[in-house]
Every structure is written in C-alpha cells, then in structure tokens.
C-alpha cells in the first residue's frame, strides 16, 4: 500500500507563526529550548532542532592519549542567541568528564552552573543575552569515546588505529567520523546539520606524525617534549559534523585545480599509487564547477586514505576521509569508479548547502549520487552512467522499505534511518527531474539553490523552488510524489496491432496499491527502420496510447530514455527486443533483451543476441553475456551445443583480447567449467597476467584441470596476490594443502578485509577441518571466533558459527576431541558475546 501522503506543508511553518504572535503581542521576551521544544509535542516525530543559540565559532586545543584511548581537549566556543534572548544553553558532548565549563569575560574564565547526564550540557549562563551577542566559553574535558556505551560500531566519533603498535604490519592512526551526530563523542557542540561555525583545531601530536584537518594548516610548531603542535583553521563556516581530523604517518601528494592546493594523504607504502588513485580529482572538480557554475567553494581539498574505516568514505569539509586505497594491479581490475567523485559532490551539496535536518538528507545523499552519475557519464560514457542507474534502481526495488519509506521521512528513531533509500531512489529521483526539465533548467535550477543557500541550509521545498524558478514549470506534482510519497509505479505494459485500422495500441497498467503516478515519458515507435518520439504523460492505473502507423511497428519503446524509477513487465516478444539489441541506442535497451535472450538460449534469434552482446562495446554486457553462457543451463556444459559452438572461440579470444581484464577472467571462468586439459596452456598463459582477476581464474582453471599442478603453480604468487589470486591460492592451499601452506593461509584470512573474510570462510574453515597440528587448529578456531565476536554487531555470527559447526563435526571424525570441544566452546562465547 501506497501511504497517505503526510506533509504538504511541514508543520514547523505552524510553529513558526505562532512565534509570530508571540512577537506581536509581546507576551514572551524570551524563549528557553524547553519552551521551543513543547510548541510541537507530537510522538515520535522529528521536528528541526530549535535553533535558541546559534555557534559562531569553535576552537579546539587536542592531545591524544593512545594508551587509554582518550583525547584531552580544551575548547572555546563562540555562541550567540539566534533570535530570542537567552540565558541558557545546551550542548551536545557524548561520553565525557568535563572539568571545566566557565565563561569568558575580560579574559578571565568565570564558572558556570551547569548540570551533565553524559549526553548534553545544560547550561546556565551568567546573564541573559540578546540576539546577536556573542559570548564565549571555555571548556576542559576529557573524550573517552571507545567508552561510550550502546552506540554503533560507527557511533564513536574519534577512532584509534593500532594505538599501542601491539598489531605487526598496521600503522598508528586517530581519525574521526562525525555523520550524522558523532563529532559530539570527542568535542562538545551543537550537533546538528542546521548550525554552522568556523573552525579552529589545534592539535598536539608526537613528532614523527601528519596531521590534517579542515581548511588551512596556519602553524606548525615543534615543543620541548618532542611533539609538534600544528594548528588548522577553517575560516569559512560549516556544520560540526564536517569536522574532521586524521593523524598518522601519511605522506602528501600535492596536486592542484586552478591554483588551489589538492593533496592526497596516504601510507607511505601506497604513496607511489596515488596519482593512479586520486589523480582525476582536479578533472572532477572542474567538471563538477563548470556544470554547477559554482567554483569549488572552499580553500583546498584533501583526500586521506586511513586504516580499518568504519564509514565507506566521508566527504568532511576541504578533508574527505576514504578506507584503504588500492596498488596499481588492484587498479587494473578496477573500472568506472565514482566513490571520490561522490565525497567530492557533497562539497557543493552537503557542505556547502546542507540538509536543514536528517529528515531533508536527500539534499545531500540523493545529490552525491546523481554526481556519481553525471560523473560516469562525462568520464566513461552513457553505458557506464546507466549501468551505475541500473544497479543503483536493483538495489532500491530489492529493499524491504522500498514500497513504505519516503525521501523525506519525519519519523525515525536514529538519525541514520533516513539515509536509507536517499542513495538509490534520490540519486534516480534526480535524474528523472533532470530528464524531465532538460539539461539547462535543470542545471540552472541547482546553481540558484546553491547560490540562495550557500554556507546555509535547505529543505526539500527550497529545491523545489529553485527548479520552478529556473524552469518556470510547478514541481509540486513532483515533489509531492517522488519526495513526501512512498514506493513506486509497478508498469504492466501490453501491445496490440490492429491490421485493418493501421492502428498500434499501448496498453499501460500501474498495478501498485495506491494512488497511480504521474509519469511524463518518451515512446519510440520504429516502423521500417525509422524511429518517431512521442512524449507522453501516464497518469492513471490503465492508460492506452494509441499510435497510428504505415504498417505495423517493428518496435514500440515504451519509456525510450529508461528514465523510469519503476519496476516494469514489458511484453514484447523476442523478435521485438532482438530488434531493440540491434537498433534501439542505450544499455538498457540492450540489458532487457539479453535478459529475454538468455530465456531463449535454444533458439537462433537469441543465441544471435548473445554472441552479439559477447562483442557489445560495452564491458557489463560483455560479462553479462559471458555469465548468461555460463548460468542458462547451470553450467556451459549443458548449453545448447550451437550456442556453445559459436561461444567457445569467441571466449578463448576474449581471455587474449579483451580490453576489459574483468571480461578476460570471466572468460576464463566459464571455459575453466568444461575442465578440458585443450585449455590447460591457455590458462598457463594467462597466469602472469598483470591482472589478479585474470590470474586467479586462470590458476582456477588449472586446479580444476590438474590440482597437484596448481598446488605448485600457486606458490610463486605467494608474495604478491590480491582478490580472485588470493581466493584461488587460498582454495588450492586449503583443499590441497596442508599444515605446510596454513602460515600463509592464516596470514591472508587474518589480514582481510571482513567481506574477503567471509568470502574465503568457507575453504578457510575447510582447511582447518583437516589440519595436522593442533597449535594451527587451535589458531584458526580462535580467529574465526574473533571474526565473529567483532562483526557480530553486522550480522556475521550466525555464518561464522556454522563455519565452526562443521569443524567440529570434522575433527570430531579425526578423533580430536580438543579440536571439537575448541570449536563448541568458540561457538559459546560468540552466543554469549555483547
Ligand atoms: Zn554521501
């Protein structure tokens, strides 16, 4: 069901006018937050955090404590009261003693009362202020965040990496990770999206490391005891949770964008990678500034890769903050990437104009995708950019809350809940506004909303506004719909061609619950060769289009821009969509066909689409078609013999020649499944091929054929392998090998990244079922549970307690009962860990 639309007009215009009031009478002359908060009691519903006092200014003096894991700070913090006078404050400061809280008056620090429940401060100040007068105070505390009880794994704000140097191969790191509401774990503030304040950090680090921080490094200067205090200013204002620091041995690349500093902070290890990594940040940012016409607006911009990362990225003003960074071979299977260009986005749209409230964070998420998209689109062309929407559409149709949550959502108990469908669903929100609209309104549009609402914050209706300034159209109808209206249409669409009347009839059913969609569309209809656009608007449960034609239409693309956030049954038949592989222009019109071909693999039209598609110039179909040989009847093996007589040259030339490595090591793949020793020299080939996924799949493809020879063959990769090289030594070793190739085994589990973790699990858990020594089936019971316990907040432990499961069945078989009862007695302390 379809819910009722429950905001046109959000309720804070009613709080708002009854301030008014309050005004004109002149009942009130001031207003504590108390007061404000109950103007809007109603449950469960987050309403924009009352702006009593406004920050100003932030500045901070930091020193870490690596032992304890803590940070001592000092802050002083500029307010001032944003409308009502005031002689109260509260502050957000999460988990922390708090020493001292005075303010500042000729300057001496004078105490304030002040009470503390280890969330916020409620503050009471020495005087009532009024609008516009600032006043300062001065806070000593110390932040404990590793402390704090009964948050997230990414709820911490102020992270240590390896602070005791106990972990061999791991650089000390702190770094931070604010969004939505964690900046509050290392330093009090007013942590909410709608303030912003210009930034001062100092921070107090030992010598030997790098610091960064938002805006300018001002000063550096090197103290008595061997540290250094280097001190960052941000003179631009920004919201607390775009604060950042990162400190580590990191070496600086500088690189530039029209005279401004761009600089890549990485281990020294990857230093040599990072131009392979970063280096089109300058091209992003003139792209992103010449399509928004708006400059990139701030002083420098800085991309750190940093260790154990608990967030994918973080766009922090000037300072983005990424996880690992890849070498160059892990670079050569890389493609189409678009992660920094979405942290780089959220400069404009986030950090520059932010959501108002966790509610509005479509106006950032939403955004950041739609820049990955037009990113794509500009760097590798429209196949890429629709294949990014393509799977970005997968991803939110797959979602359970796909039919029930809206983009703005007023209702939720933790601030990350709204971000949820933000990506997928806003990001193609997006980008049907901008299909509708046309390139420049809708460009004009996003310059004036970015233009009215720099260094501010926004709402939805503010984008709305903004697009019907541009454009001169209504966007309600829009809005209402696709922003404060859930799910999405769910298109039947049947065709019917009537001889005698020359006449083409369209059948459009929406059969979601609720009300129908308006949806403006383009039809192409083909007739001998020759496309004619028609553009449409479907407003109703069942619309016909009618279409006149010669004769009848070898093609009627309903929805011809694949523009749609929908899910679609589209009857047309095979001749049809074989029809649209070879003449309609985009990669979903190819996409719908082959999903129809691999259906009909049996059959000559198909298999022509299929052997077609293994040459399409786009790689993802390339694959699709090299995954459709392989998965139509389980396995190449059982394929249609014609299909699997053209197929098979074709895919012993793709492992030479294509120019995507991801297609040459799905190539291989495929033809690894026929095990058939004529391929065994090709794989043999193939193997020292500068790319890890070619050269596992090819070192698969010979332990299928022959496993003693890839038992041996393995061994020379084993001090330099990444992904499917390492997944394929690791299933070698753990099949074939034994408690010779389990050091090597340990080290590369126990070094993975989680989902490699899991990936492997199973071969590594195989491995230790048949294991000699029990030192070794010791080590590896201990590291799954370990694996367990820490993820176990991410849904990891029931996995890894089956993996466990299994090894004490098998070395139970062995008569180990130590090995059994170590694997039982890991399972009980996962189950009983918190
Ligand atoms: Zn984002």
Redesign the pocket.
Known sequence: MKPIKRYTIKPICILLSVCYLILLTGLFSRVSAQDLKSAFPVKGYRETAAKVNDLVHTKLNVRFDYKKRYLYGREWLTLHPHFYPTDTLRLDAKGMDIHTLAILKNGKNIPLHFSYDSLSLNIKLDKVYDPFENYTLYIAYTAKPEELKGRRNNEHGLYFVNPDGTEKDKPTQVWTLGEPENNSCWFPTIDKPNQKTTQEISMTVPGKYVTLSNGRLASQKNNADGTRTDTWKMELPHSPYLFMMAVGDFKIIKDSWHGKEVSYYLEPKYAPYAKDNFGVIPEAIDFFAKTLGVDFPWNKYAEVSVRDYVGGAM?NTTAAIFGNVSTRRELADSYYNSGME??LF?QWF?DYVTCESWSNITL??SF?DFGELIWLEHKYGKDAADAHLQNGLQNYVDRQDARTKNLVTFYYTNPKDPFGIT?SKGGRILNMLRNYLGDAAFYKGLHLYLATYAFKNAEVPQLRMALEEASGLDLNWFFNQWYYGAGHPVLDIRYQWDEAAKTQKVFVQQTQDGTAFTLPIAVDVYVNGVKERHKIWLRSHSDTLVFKTSSKPDLVNVDADKMLVAEKTDHKTLAELVYQYFHAPLYLDRYEAMNLAEKNADGPEAQRVLIAALKDPFSGLRRKAIWALNQNKEDIRNMNATLRDAALPLLVNITRTDPNNLVQADAINTLSVLKDPAYLNLFRQRLNSPSYSVSGAALNGIIRIDPALGLSLAKQFENDNEGQLSQAIISVYADQGGDAQWPFVYQRYHEAEIQNQIHVSKAFSGMIGHLTRPEAVLQGIEELKQVAIRYKGDGVAPFMIKMLDSIKDQRTRLNDAAGAKASADAIQQINDAK
Do not use: D, L, S
Request: net charge negative; aromatic share 12%.
């Open positions: 766009e979405h942290e959220h986030g950032n998420e950041a990506y």
